[in-house]
């Protein structure tokens, strides 16, 4: 897993302060019910004095070991005696038995995250994915765009579409679900990807399911409409403070880069001059370097592409990327023809 590291910082920062605000609870309500009854105080020295006593005990390597674990059974029975003492005296005093007991949120992983195995708690784990999913740019996609609810019924009037657009479906979701980063020598990362194809073809949908399966195995996914990331790019040169559409400032177009999966949506939707179609190649060309995954759609075909951008960025798609066409007639228009 490879989760995006600004969301880890953040919320890794929120479990140590979690931790640390269970323990000072209850600190304060010992204090609190210490101070009403005297003779818990006192009980807790001794438990004190015990925990010390057991501690010593069991580290020593030396003498009879007999007579050690003689000893540590004995401290062991006396520390049950205690604690049941300890809850007698709690419960007349009118509070609960376990009052001043730590209460983590998660018994688990006791608000640290991780597991006495050293594995991140299931806790931990789903607030990394909730992240994600904020910080994907894909907002209420992620719930209305999946595999699951994606119809090849629009495109059964013709067999060579309903095949053409099964094999797509079948190659995305075993893209997700087998997706690997890259980013490292010894890993082979999951391929590029160019979807290309008319509109209303499912193009965003199965992008959007590709990101949510992705996220949800612990990935950085990062989306933008090629709108969004030159407005972004435009921001960062220029130095203005405001968001572009995919949500990140100038601080951020970094992400481009970095992040696990790119999904650049709507290719030749944004304006074309140098300094965007700069930026588009030095995207594509530097994940290619980084053996980052991307993922681009677009209603462009292969000679209006040519005709739109450089031949450096042309030659990387078609020579990089493995090329999904999308086929059949705007399902958005036989929704509407069908009402």
């Known amino acids: 897993m490879s989760f995006n590291r600004e969301n880890y910082r953040r919320i890794r920062q929120d479990y140590e302060t979690k931790y640390l605000r269970a323990r000072e609870d209850a600190d304060r309500r010992r204090s609190e019910a210490e101070a009403a009854l005297p003779a818990l105080r006192a009980l807790d020295r001794e438990l004190g004095t015990l925990g010390l006593e057991l501690m010593r005990i069991s580290m020593e390597n030396a003498g009879n ?180 559409e995919s949500g990140f400032g100038a601080e951020s177009t970094a992400r481009y880069f970095d992040c696990d999966l790119l999904i650049i949506d709507d290719l030749g939707t944004e304006v074309s001059n140098q300094f965007t179609t700069s930026c588009l190649y030095n995207v594509i060309n530097t994940r290619l370097n980084l053996r980052r995954p991307t993922i681009i759609s677009t209603n462009l075909m292969q000679d209006e592409l040519r005709r739109r951008y450089w031949d450096r960025i042309t030659s990387r798609l078609f020579g990089e990327y493995k090329i999904l066409l999308f086929l059949g007639t705007d399902v958005r228009a036989q929704k509407v023809m069908k009402k």
Do not use: W
Not at 108 to 126: F, I, K, P
Not at 157 to 179: C, G, H, I, P, W
Not at 200 to 225: I, M, R
């Open 65 to 244: 070991d007999a007579a050690r674990q003689q000893a540590l059974e004995a401290l062991r029975t006396r520390n049950t005696e205690l604690q049941a003492l300890r809850a007698q005296i709690l419960l007349s005093g009118g509070y609960p038995a376990d009052y001043t007991d730590l209460r983590y949120e998660c018994d688990r992983c006791s608000d640290t995250g991780y597991l006495d195995s050293g594995a991140m708690c299931s806790c931990m784990r789903e607030k990394l994915v909730a992240a994600g999913y904020a910080s994907s740019g894909l907002g209420a996609l992620l719930r209305e765009q999946r595999f699951d609810n994606y119809s090849l019924d629009y495109f059964r009037n013709d067999e060579k579409t309903y095949r053409t657009m099964s094999f797509v479906l079948q190659t995305l979701r075993e893209y997700a679900t087998s997706f690997t980063p890259g980013g490292e020598p010894e890993r082979e990362a999951s391929p590029n990807l160019l979807l290309v194809g008319g509109t209303g073809l499912g193009k965003t949908h199965l992008s959007t399911a590709v990101a949510k399966t992705v996220l949800d195995a612990g990935h950085d996914v990062l989306y933008a409409s090629a709108v969004g990331l030159m407005g972004d790019f435009e921001m960062a040169r220029f130095g203005n403070s405001a968001a572009g």
